[in-house]
């Protein structure tokens, strides 16, 4: 039987109600082991090899890290937000409950991949599409190796943008050598940040040589 254990470690009930939505979000949409192989059928992102690396592979896990805003507040009370497929292949802030479009538009870029293979010396340039699901100013786009928060190699590779604004429909290029190895047991993890005033949304890169 599914359970949940949340210890009262804070007198601050906005911190009790995240804990708690957090772990009953996850149980719902994962109460049994999501390996077919030993009959689960929960969802937990197990197929992808890189997302899952900055917070973990369920729902709620998934929000920690990619939007600054992962909670959302009803009265005085935080519960998290969660991830959806069908928001994110809609285009939509993959993290709901989540600001609507005509009051706060959400933006990003999305490589053309996620995970690629380069040779060491070897240079490749990826595309970058730009998008929101509203009408917005342009908002700035930045790529930092963040290997060493994740139990990446760091500094294997270097990499440029051609630009660094980004508006929807836009298209950005993003070009990466790799100067050393970085086996697939530790990639180098260059993640992707658009920015506008204090609202921030990620999407991670991993890189490897062969």
Known sequence: MPYVIVPRCSSN???????????????????????????????????????????????????????ESKAYMEGSYAVVRSWSNLAAAGGHDPCVPAPEPATLPYFNVAPSMDKMSLDVGQAATLDLDAFSDGPRPAWTVAVEDVS????????????AL????????????L?????????????????????????IHRWPIAVTTP
């Open 175 to 199: 070009q990466i050598m790799m100067t050393r190895a970085a086996p697939e047991a530790r990639p180098t993890f260059l993640m992707l940040i658009s920015t506008s005033g204090t609202t």
């Open 13 to 67: 009930d906005s911190d009790l109600t995240a804990a708690v939505s957090h772990e009953l979000i996850e149980s719902a949409t994962d109460p049994v082991d999501p390996d077919p192989a030993i009959g689960g059928n929960g969802y937990s992102m197990t197929t992808d090899t890189v997302w899952p690396v900055f917070g973990g592979s369920e729902v709620a896990d998934l929000c920690i890290w990619t939007n």
């Open 162 to 173: 051609d630009r660094t604004s980004a508006s929807d429909g836009t298209t950005l290029h």
């Open 148 to 159: 060493p928060t994740y139990g990446g190699t760091a500094n294997a590779a270097t990499f």
